[in-house]
């Protein structure tokens, strides 16, 4: 049995919420049919397969998937990062027609590759950051043994590949005759790869930013057709400012321009662009983000000058702070002035390590008194994450924001699903950087909301010990408070499995939490430390023999009666005290522990207590310790005999189980009651069992406390029923011929 914490209601101004985003819509909209059937599959994939000689998997059916379906099922895969040898075997033959394919960070050999993809028609290949197994010789000339992928390929992203060792030069990019845009971003891709690029017939987009390009001359050899080029970071560049934008020049029917630099880099090309005159005249995008000795004058006057203009990147310029470029008209900017600006800059940036931390400092500034829910935005925080595990300062800067985004009321507006997900890579990053002390702080932070506790699914498993690891190595009284909130309430939301593998944990726990209780009671101390150390106890002992044992070995029994005589008139410590100590009490292997007579005394006392709860707990430990009968009872028989009419006494005096209290107790289940049930020949205890699940039953899933709830409440009404004629026939002390059912 436990209890919740009850928390009165605090009066705050009522919460704005973005309920028409696109965001909230979307993240609280149930799972698409083709999702849901997806993750199953991928989930238990071998279930589904047959294994090939080579190791490789085949799925069992030969019907063929549809295209759209085969397509999402490569990305679902790649996406969990399950694209490995054996895998990419269900993509062999023709059960499946692949032609956007994304096998981005996919661990497999060159010949894995060509057997599983190359022989589909591919309009689109999204190979970015895929092991040093395969090179980017091995795709090009993987994909060019297809006659129709040399036509048709529009698309390929060969991002942080490596470079064939024995021939560095051999890239056969002209073999492609049909592509239309080519990223090759972190590679070492020079200048003759370039030259042998820009032949190509219908290049419109390409992405060479961050490798080894010195020259950017080869351009005038697609200057008739490019619409699109990217190259920030261009380290190796050599060329001269006035030579660089000659060629820039003569790139006329160029739409969209990145010259951005997450080095901050002093080059004055960027500077010098904006001076130009007649330059690019079909530009609707320029990126120019990192620049240094960038003015709001030249950026304005450039844009009025490009009236098409719809997007200029400024984060990290000393541009953006006017209303012309504050991004809220029809001219998008990416920057850190406003929210707007730094959204556009996660939006467009989420795969660039470095402008993501910046985006995320500003947006951790603009967020601090934030009382408006932003699922929008907390989205853009979840995939800045996830495409940076690694990166400590982008993790770091996004739990703080995380953090804003989901403090106090803020969660409550915010989807499960996007919960969920910032929580798990919370966690994630916790597990990956273990000694970042301020990183592990947010993420305890960010779950202490009571809603994320209560309604999100994550990981509880992981969390519980993170949060023990934290509540034994801190003595900072508010850091303790808070993880002694969330173990309370983590510790229920645990399977049986679960709670035991976490055994030696939660012997620490219990050490801990008693010095807490002694030290409080010691300084006659009331906070609110002290009331969440008592129901965190409460909860951890909840159908938990091994915890109880714990208690007890720790001497909990002696702390607790003190307890009782130094707070002897507060009622709210009193029935939190008994509460727990009707948890031990249910664990029968436990009563000789409990049979001495300063405790039975005390408790006896407090069955005709004026304070309902604090009756009905210590009737549930006399219940319990009558319970095993006059042999296992090891105090004076004449003790047992008084608590026997006691108890019936005062559980005839009670009003109806529908009553209220203001500790509603809640179980995990009702087996601790059908062993009372049984005593026969202790009407007392069938009465106290009986009202206690008719006062269960009779309670709805939800209280007046905000985020707390009820765990294994039934509200059977046959249970009900058949609880109600028990009650009746043990108060009228009638005999029952059928017992309680026990399934």
Same mark, same amino acid.
């Given at each position: 049995?436990?209890?919740?914490?009850? $928390?009165?209601?605090?009066?705050?101004?009522?919460?704005?919420?973005?309920?028409?985003?696109?965001?909230?819509?979307?993240?609280?909209?149930?799972? #698409?049919?083709?999702?849901?059937?997806?993750?199953?599959?991928?989930?238990?994939?071998?279930?589904?397969?047959?294994?090939?000689?080579?190791?490789?998997?085949?799925?069992?059916?030969?019907?063929?998937?549809?295209?759209?379906?085969?397509?999402?099922?490569?990305?679902?895969?790649?996406?969990?990062?399950? %694209?490995?040898?054996?895998?990419?075997?269900?993509?062999?033959?023709?059960?499946?027609?692949?032609?956007?394919?994304?096998?981005?960070?996919?661990?497999?050999?060159?010949?894995?590759?060509?057997?599983?993809?190359? +022989?589909?028609?591919?309009?689109?290949?999204?190979?970015?950051?895929?092991?040093?197994?395969?090179?980017?010789?091995?795709?090009?000339?993987?994909?060019? =043994?297809?006659?129709?992928?040399?036509?048709?390929?529009?698309?390929?992203?060969?991002?942080?590949?490596?470079?064939?060792? #024995?021939?560095?030069?051999?890239?056969?990019?002209?073999?492609?005759?049909?592509?239309?845009?080519?990223?090759?971003?972190?590679?070492?891709?020079?200048?003759?790869?370039?030259?042998?690029?820009?032949?190509?017939?219908?290049?419109?987009?390409?992405? $060479?930013?961050?490798?080894?390009?010195?020259?950017?001359?080869?351009?005038?050899?697609?200057?008739?057709?490019?619409?699109?080029?990217?190259?920030?970071?261009?380290?190796?560049?050599?060329?001269?400012?006035?030579?660089?934008?000659?060629?820039?020049?003569?790139?006329? +029917?160029?739409?969209?321009?990145?010259?951005?630099?997450?080095?901050?880099?002093?080059?004055?090309?960027?500077?010098?662009?904006?001076?130009?005159?007649?330059?690019?005249?079909?530009?609707?995008?320029?990126?120019?983000?990192?620049?240094?000795?960038?003015?709001?004058?030249?950026?304005?006057?450039?844009?009025?000058?490009?009236?098409?203009?719809?997007?200029?990147?400024?984060?990290?310029?000393?541009?953006?702070?006017?209303?012309?470029?504050?991004?809220?008209?029809?001219?998008?900017?990416?920057?850190?002035?406003?929210?707007?600006?730094?959204?556009?800059?996660?939006?467009?940036? =989420?795969?660039?390590?470095?402008?993501?931390?910046?985006?995320?400092?500003?947006?951790?500034?603009?967020?601090?008194?934030?009382?408006?829910?932003?699922?929008?935005?907390?989205?853009?925080?979840?995939?800045?994450?996830?495409?940076?595990?690694?990166?400590?300062?982008?993790?770091?800067?996004?739990?703080?924001?995380?953090?804003?985004?989901?403090?106090?009321?803020?969660?409550?507006?915010?989807?499960?699903?996007?919960?969920?997900?910032?929580?798990?890579? %919370?966690?994630?990053?916790?597990?990956?950087?273990?000694?970042?002390?301020?990183?592990?702080?947010?993420?305890?932070?960010?779950? =202490?909301?009571?809603?994320?506790?209560?309604?999100?699914?994550?990981?509880?498993?992981?969390?519980?010990?993170?949060?023990?690891?934290?509540?034994?190595?801190?003595?900072?009284?508010?850091?303790?408070?808070?993880?002694?909130?969330?173990?309370?309430?983590?510790?229920?939301? %645990?399977?049986?499995?679960?709670?035991?593998?976490?055994?030696?944990?939660?012997? $620490?726990?219990?050490?801990?939490?008693?010095?807490?209780?002694?030290?409080?009671?010691?300084?006659?101390?009331?906070?609110?430390?002290?009331?969440?150390?008592?129901?965190?106890?409460?909860?951890?002992?909840?159908?938990?023999?091994?915890?109880?044992?714990?208690?007890?070995?720790?001497?909990?029994?002696?702390?607790?009666?003190?307890?009782?005589?130094?707070?002897?008139?507060?009622?709210?410590?009193?029935?939190?005290?008994?509460?727990?100590?009707?948890?031990?009490?249910?664990?029968?292997?436990? +009563?000789?522990?409990?049979?001495?007579?300063?405790?039975?005394?005390?408790?006896?006392?407090?069955?005709?207590?004026?304070?309902?709860?604090?009756?009905?707990?210590?009737?549930?430990? $006399?219940?319990?310790?009558?319970?095993?009968?006059?042999?296992?009872?090891?105090?004076?028989?004449?003790?047992?005999?008084?608590?026997?009419?006691?108890?019936?006494?005062?559980?005839?005096?009670?009003?109806?189980?529908?009553?209220?209290?203001?500790?509603?107790?809640?179980?995990?289940?009702?087996?601790?009651?059908?062993?009372?049930?049984?005593?026969?020949?202790?009407?007392?205890?069938?009465?106290?069992?009986?009202?206690?699940?008719?006062?269960?039953?009779?309670?709805?899933?939800?209280?007046?406390?905000?985020?707390?709830?009820?765990?294994?409440?039934?509200?059977?009404?046959?249970?009900?029923?058949?609880?109600?004629?028990?009650?009746?026939?043990?108060?009228?002390?009638?005999?029952?011929?059928?017992?309680?059912?026990?399934?």
């Amino acid at each position: 049995m436990v209890r919740f914490l009850h $928390i009165q209601n605090r009066q705050r101004a009522p919460l704005t919420l973005c309920g028409e985003c696109p965001a909230v819509q979307a993240e609280a909209s149930p799972y #698409s049919l083709v999702d849901i059937c997806l993750n199953v599959l991928v989930a238990d994939l071998e279930k589904f397969c047959v294994e090939r000689p080579d190791g490789s998997l085949c799925l069992k059916e030969s019907e063929r998937l549809p295209q759209e379906v085969a397509d999402r099922l490569l990305q679902t895969m790649a996406y969990r990062e399950l %694209l490995n040898d054996g895998t990419v075997g269900i993509f062999r033959g023709n059960q499946m027609r692949l032609k956007q394919a994304c096998i981005r960070k996919a661990k497999i050999s060159a010949q894995s590759f060509k057997k599983a993809f190359c +022989h589909h028609k591919l309009v689109e290949l999204d190979a970015a950051g895929m092991n040093d197994a395969v090179t980017v010789t091995d795709v090009v000339h993987g994909l060019g =043994s297809s006659t129709w992928i040399q036509n048709n390929l529009q698309c390929l992203v060969l991002d942080s590949l490596t470079i064939s060792p #024995s021939n560095p030069y051999e890239r056969c990019f002209s073999q492609l005759s049909g592509l239309r845009s080519l990223s090759i971003t972190n590679v070492l891709f020079h200048n003759e790869d370039l030259a042998e690029v820009t032949s190509l017939p219908k290049l419109e987009s390409l992405d $060479i930013s961050n490798t080894s390009v010195s020259d950017i001359t080869a351009l005038h050899a697609c200057k008739n057709q490019l619409k699109s080029l990217t190259m920030h970071s261009l380290k190796c560049l050599k060329m001269s400012t006035p030579k660089f934008l000659e060629v820039i020049r003569e790139l006329k +029917h160029l739409i969209h321009l990145d010259i951005s630099d997450e080095q901050h880099s002093t080059s004055d090309i960027p500077c010098r662009l904006l001076e130009q005159k007649d330059i690019l005249p079909n530009l609707v995008s320029l990126d120019i983000s990192g620049s240094k000795s960038i003015t709001d004058e030249a950026v304005e006057a450039f844009v009025k000058q490009h009236p098409r203009m719809s997007f200029v990147g400024l984060l990290g310029t000393e541009a953006g702070y006017t209303d012309f470029l504050s991004g809220e008209g029809t001219l998008k900017v990416s920057g850190g002035e406003n929210e707007m600006q730094i959204s556009e800059a996660l939006k467009r940036y =989420s795969e660039r390590a470095c402008f993501v931390k910046e985006a995320f400092f500003h947006l951790f500034t603009q967020t601090c008194f934030m009382r408006i829910t932003k699922p929008e935005i907390l989205k853009l925080v979840i995939i800045g994450m996830r495409n940076h595990p690694l990166d400590l300062a982008v993790q770091l800067t996004a739990s703080a924001c995380a953090l804003n985004l989901t403090r106090q009321g803020l969660a409550a507006g915010m989807p499960v699903r996007l919960l969920s997900s910032v929580i798990q890579l %919370l966690l994630k990053a916790m597990e990956t950087f273990p000694e970042q002390q301020q990183l592990q702080k947010n993420c305890l932070l960010s779950l =202490s909301s009571v809603r994320i506790l209560q309604d999100v699914p994550f990981n509880r498993f992981a969390a519980a010990k993170f949060v023990v690891q934290w509540l034994c190595n801190q003595e900072n009284q508010h850091i303790q408070r808070i993880a002694v909130n969330i173990i309370s309430i983590l510790a229920l939301k %645990l399977s049986d499995e679960q709670a035991a593998q976490l055994t030696s944990e939660f012997y $620490i726990v219990v050490g801990k939490l008693l010095e807490i209780i002694e030290q409080k009671t010691n300084q006659n101390e009331l906070d609110t430390t002290f009331h969440f150390t008592l129901s965190a106890l409460w909860n951890l002992t909840d159908e938990a023999p091994t915890t109880c044992r714990h208690f007890i070995d720790n001497k909990g029994l002696e702390l607790f009666l003190r307890v009782l005589e130094t707070f002897s008139s507060d009622s709210s410590i009193q029935h939190k005290v008994l509460g727990l100590l009707n948890n031990v009490a249910e664990v029968r292997e436990l +009563h000789s522990k409990l049979m001495q007579k300063d405790f039975i005394d005390h408790v006896s006392e407090l069955l005709s207590s004026a304070e309902m709860e604090v009756g009905y707990f210590s009737a549930g430990i $006399i219940a319990n310790l009558l319970s095993r009968g006059e042999q296992a009872w090891t105090l004076s028989q004449t003790q047992r005999r008084s608590l026997i009419e006691k108890l019936h006494s005062a559980l005839l005096k009670w009003p109806t189980p529908e009553c209220k209290m203001v500790a509603l107790p809640a179980y995990r289940s009702l087996r601790p009651f059908y062993p009372l049930l049984d005593c026969f020949a202790l009407p007392g205890v069938q009465i106290w069992a009986a009202w206690a699940i008719l006062h269960i039953c009779c309670k709805t899933h939800s209280t007046s406390t905000p985020g707390f709830t009820n765990c294994g409440l039934l509200e059977d009404p046959n249970l009900q029923t058949m609880v109600s004629a028990f009650f009746a026939s043990t108060v009228s002390e009638t005999p029952v011929q059928n017992r309680f059912c026990k399934s």
